[in-house]
DNA sequence: CGCGCGTGTGAATACGTATGCTGCGCGCTT
DNA sequence: AAGCGCGCAGCATACGTATTCACACGCGCG
């Protein structure tokens, strides 16, 4: 390829053919596409008109391997769907459209995977080059999440990560003790005593954590007791929040507004109170959190927090490519927004 | 590099690394790790031991430069979300698990895109040697669409498309027909007579046209008119499906069934309904089509077709795939299943 | 009038892998 | 005993781009 040869045999143009067609070498072909400043306006509009009526384009692989960065992000999320895929967390797909929106902007390609559906570790990704950097959505097993990412900071992997703070690895998330804080000031605004909590409330899953200390600060805010009996551990499935509020209905204590750590287990619950006799709102307020299209159509309409899923995923892509680019990056907490619908 | 150099100045290791420390020579690292059976047993063995203790990964984008494709492919949708990005076609969500299921157990990777926010053609993707091969899934503007595909034919690009068969590239698709009839016998066979229809009849949604055919069919097999005047048009927007409702309503026409060609007109129409003070289905049967998520929370929940997402991002990739490997591929139409809830 | 400098371009080469061809040694055929 | 085929591995090189270095030219200045 040194040498002058002709390589353009049959199919997609090279650098060589535009540089054959322009009167010019290759190198200079290069320089003008990408810009450099050293060949001169005539010989760059010259070479740009070519490779614009021969339809050249970059070759990908040869440039990256040249320049040693794919230009290219890997999206990693840290969850089981079903086995045929339709049931993939609503929160995932609300993050994805900014993301992609803001890497397209940015010059970027996306890469997306399902961790448990790679055969291989996720690491490969920056191992092998497919991407420059990582970005990490959801943790299914909080334990081996946790090890993975030590994993990647102990090798340097560019990623960062949606969540709670968690001093490990730059960390994006939303304000999810301020949410929790706010659900539970409207609840209790709206005369409620007894707010029951479904979710998580252990380290096992920092955000339902956060959550939860946020509606115990509104509680003790208001003078109210934090009753550990009011409180029902559940994953973020319809089905967990279903089952949680029939626990919770069987322990017989009096309650009047349930707080859910996600939208889903929310659904579940107005399932099982619907079930049991007891309406929405009337005899029991519901909040959930999330805001997942879902939310707006059930009956009545849920009350929830909204996380800015818009602004997240830019400030996941534009934090991941100023680390890239070798700035030291910090976390950053975004405000959750209460939306009152009609379940409080 | 020719020379046996020992480029491992500093970091990634390469397969010279590997040759060094297992005696061999770098191609035979590469045949081995590639499983040519021109390496023996015990040479293979050994190199890939080295290989798995220095985590060395085969440098994607040089392999792609001298093998000359990418084993990725690019997922390009056809339509505008919102600025935020949070309000994507939940269709679209609902095949991304399965499309990404099967590429990774294929051994691809794929790359995704909303066609309106990459600044250049939907075609950079091949012409940079960026993907493989194309997955086209919606369409914002028809005609747009169209010429646009049969660009890609022009140019020899490989690509499979979702919708509904048009003879122009490889089509997969549910079967829209079929769909629309199961939705027509169900209203009929709960009694209705005049049942109204909400989409796109004409060619510009060939899907939508589709359904609206079935619905047809069923009613002339019924004996029953297909009555223009109960046709509304809206493009597949809660906020089109609710405002098609009230003008179905100013029409003055008796309706006793709505058949929507989505379940987000349906979502729409339901609330246009609802206000009306028509109840679900008691004065008015509903049937959607797509089965989204959301379509079991409703109240009542949604009756509607569902078509069968996991297949269908499976064929979509495995057709893809056999194209790129020089196969000649065929349209395929899949069943579509009736869901059948409480609004009819 | 010679020297240096800035501007624009070409020559050579590196990036890491994959593969066609060559070569070597060994066992087996005739 | 000479030749032949086969199993295995090395040599050289191609893939297409980006960058470093060298160089030619023109111009101003001393």
Redesign the pocket.
């Known amino acids: 390829?040194?040498r002058?040869?002709r390589?353009s045999?049959g199919d997609?143009p090279?650098?060589?053919d535009i540089a054959e067609l322009a009167?010019?070498?290759?190198?200079?072909v290069?320089?003008a596409?990408?810009g450099d400043k050293?060949?001169?306006e005539?010989?760059r509009m010259r070479i740009e008109a070519i490779a614009q009526q021969l339809n050249y384009k970059?070759?990908r692989a040869?440039?990256s391997?040249?320049?040693g960065e794919v230009k290219t992000l890997a999206l990693l999320f840290f969850e089981d769907p079903l086995p045929d895929g339709s049931n993939i967390n609503p929160f995932f797909l609300a993050m994805l459209g900014s993301i992609l929106k803001t890497c397209s902007q940015r010059g970027y390609d996306l890469l997306t995977s399902f961790q448990r559906w790679s055969a291989d570790w996720h690491v490969d990704y920056e191992d092998a080059r497919r991407a420059d950097g990582l970005i990490l959505l959801g943790y299914g097993d909080w334990e081996d999440y946790r090890a993975r990412v030590e994993q990647l900071v102990a090798q340097r992997t560019r990623f960062v990560r949606w969540g709670a703070p968690s001093g490990v690895g730059t960390t994006i998330g939303c304000d999810n003790v301020a949410g929790g804080r706010a659900a539970g000031e409207h609840l209790i605004e709206r005369g409620c005593r007894s707010i029951a909590y479904i979710g998580e409330a252990s380290h096992h899953y920092p955000e339902f954590r956060d959550r939860y200390a946020g509606l115990a600060q509104a509680l003790r805010t208001a003078g109210l007791p934090v009753d550990p009996r009011l409180h029902v551990d559940a994953l973020s499935v319809e089905q967990k929040g279903y089952e949680a509020v029939q626990r919770l209905l069987a322990r017989g204590i009096t309650f009047d507004a349930v707080f859910c750590a996600s939208d889903l287990i929310a659904l579940g619950a107005m399932r099982a109170l619907n079930e049991a006799g007891r309406s929405v709102p009337g005899d029991v307020a519901l909040v959930g959190f999330d805001d997942i299209p879902a939310a707006s159509h059930t009956h009545p309409p849920l009350t929830t927090v909204a996380q800015d899923y818009g602004r997240g995923g830019a400030e996941l892509v534009d934090t991941l490519i100023r680390q890239i680019e070798g700035e030291a990056t910090h976390d950053l907490l975004l405000p959750s927004r209460l939306v009152v619908r009609a379940s409080a």
């Open positions: 390829m040194a002058p040869t390589p045999a997609r090279t650098s060589f009167g010019v070498s290759q190198p200079t290069s320089r596409l990408r050293t060949v001169s005539r010989t970059v070759d040869a440039s391997l040249r320049r």
